[in-house]
């Protein structure tokens, strides 16, 4: 392990997020000088820290970035930025440190809950502040520390392949810090554009800002503890599903349509799976409203496209309180909390690539049995998945489940009812957010003790990290010197 090296990068990280406190500190200048002091000092504190991390970094400008150090900047890089964003929430009140780190690990994850009674609760440049942390947290902290660092080999594909994850990562264009840049200036453009949209519907400048930079992230951090529901308006609601679904489907997508390669879109499966599996939770979700009597018709369609899309591409938002909602359809809502979104999206949960080539695994296997001599390839598309892929798919799936049933179990030791245990452990993995019963859509998770509020950040930042990264640095013989790998 070249430890400097790990160091020298976490430096730039550090860097990085440093520039990106400028924005609060602006907005707490001129709306909030009475917290500007928060920001202050935390600017103060990530400075030093970049100090010490230059301090014993490398010196050496051109470095190859292995797999190991490229896992360990991941890891390292993303728990470090959880720690330092908790900075202002623990100046902001001081005695609860673990509420702090709750808000940080929920805003860059992309889950968007808070432990306060209501958003309003935080004065405006903390607001400020939970917006940014959504939306750098969706495009990933590590993607936009590849823009800012040089090319070191193969390593520097894994950090890529980190922030954009799903069962076949895909680049874009030839060189990683091209497909970085693209990545973030499709994502910057169709955020302004949902801002404008958005303004045109009759929103404030802040609640515009706020909800398009968490739409985009696939966050669901409302100005409202009730999400959406405040607002009643079908115009904010419609422009929330159009870029919910734009943030949750695979951005080389975009790229490709601007470049006129309609072909390659064609040929891509993954998104007509995500479309086919929204549309038919929202039509089952949609029967199930209207025929137990809960909701008219045009109440049911509405409500239930929106909440498909929005547990589907686990944003979280919330048209109306599906806590209340029947059984069965609050099932259906569950299930999409689990599958999530396309690879290479702001998107949580497993990925629907995953699912699909999870699902031919299986068929493939059944085939097997049948007819032991059967030839039988999986393909996504026109394009054949490697059998390492469906190997690794295959361990990712047991580790995703064996993870979510040892924190459901962990967490139902605070009191908590075991569905209403897995229904939370879900939504944190997932970065879904609000979940059943007690942290419901119009609720927060201020009910909850230090305990599930500890388990509920473990889940948040392994779904985040997609288990393996943040598992294998818990290794101890990871980071020994003589491992070479």
């Not at 891509?268 to 809960?294: K, M, P, Q, V, W």
């Not at 909701?295 to 909440?307: E, K, T, V, W």
């Not at 009910?447 to 950040?457: E, G, P």
């Amino acid at each position: 392990m070249d430890s400097r090296l790990v160091n020298r990068l976490l430096a730039k990280l550090t860097i990085a997020f440093s520039s990106v406190l400028l924005v609060p500190l602006i907005a707490a200048l001129f709306a909030d000088r009475e917290h500007i002091w928060i920001f202050i000092f935390t600017l103060i504190t990530t400075s030093t820290i970049a100090s010490l991390f230059n301090l014993f970094g490398s010196r050496r400008p051109r470095q190859r970035l292995r797999v190991r150090e490229a896992i360990a900047v991941v890891g390292c890089g993303w728990l470090l930025v959880c720690l330092m964003g908790a900075l202002p929430y623990l100046f902001l009140n001081p005695a609860d440190p673990i509420a702090a780190v709750f808000e940080s690990v929920s805003g860059f994850s992309t889950t968007g809950v808070t432990t306060a009674l209501s958003f309003n609760d935080f004065p405006p440049s903390i607001r400020v502040w939970r917006c940014l942390t959504h939306w750098t947290g969706g495009i990933g902290v590590i993607m936009l520390f590849i823009i800012i660092m040089p090319q070191m080999n193969s390593g520097t594909s894994y950090l890529f392949n980190a922030e954009l994850p799903g069962g076949t990562a895909e680049r874009t264009l030839p060189k990683i810090k091209e497909s970085a840049m693209m990545i973030l200036l499709i994502y910057v453009i169709l955020t302004a554009v949902e801002v404008a949209l958005l303004l045109i519907a009759g929103l404030p400048i802040f609640q515009a800002l706020n909800l398009a930079l968490a739409t985009m992230a696939t966050g669901g951090f409302s100005y409202y503890h009730d999400s959406l529901i405040s607002f009643r308006s079908v115009y904010v609601e419609i422009i929330a599903i159009v870029f919910m679904l734009i943030a949750s489907m695979n951005f080389s997508l975009y790229y490709k349509i601007w470049r006129g390669d309609w072909a390659s879109v064609r040929q891509d499966s993954e998104h007509r799976y995500y479309l086919l599996i929204l549309i038919t939770a929202a039509a089952l979700i949609c029967a199930n409203l209207y025929f137990s009597g809960y909701m008219d018709f045009n109440g049911a369609l509405r409500h239930s496209i929106f909440q498909a899309v929005s547990i589907g591409s686990t944003t979280g938002y919330a048209s109306d309180d599906y806590n209340n909602w029947p059984s069965f359809s609050r099932s259906v809502l569950l299930m999409l909390m689990f599958i999530g979104g396309c690879s290479g999206s702001t998107a949580g949960g497993i990925k629907i690539t995953r699912l699909v080539i999870l699902l031919k695994a299986g068929w493939a296997e059944l085939l097997r049995t049948l007819h032991p001599r059967i030839v039988y390839s999986i393909r996504m598309g026109e394009r054949e998945i490697n059998p390492i892929i469906v190997g690794n798919i295959t361990r990712f799936f047991f580790l995703y489940i064996l993870v979510f049933i040892v924190l459901t179990i962990l967490i139902s030791l605070s009191g908590i009812p075991i569905m209403e245990s897995m229904g939370l452990i879900a939504a944190c993995m997932s970065s879904v957010g609000p979940a059943f019963g007690i942290v419901g859509p119009t609720s927060t998770y201020n009910c909850l003790s230090d305990w599930a509020r500890f388990i509920s950040i473990w889940a948040m930042i392994l779904g985040r990290l997609e288990i393996f990264t943040l598992l294998v640095i818990m290794r101890p013989d990871f980071w020994r010197d003589k491992q070479n790998w």
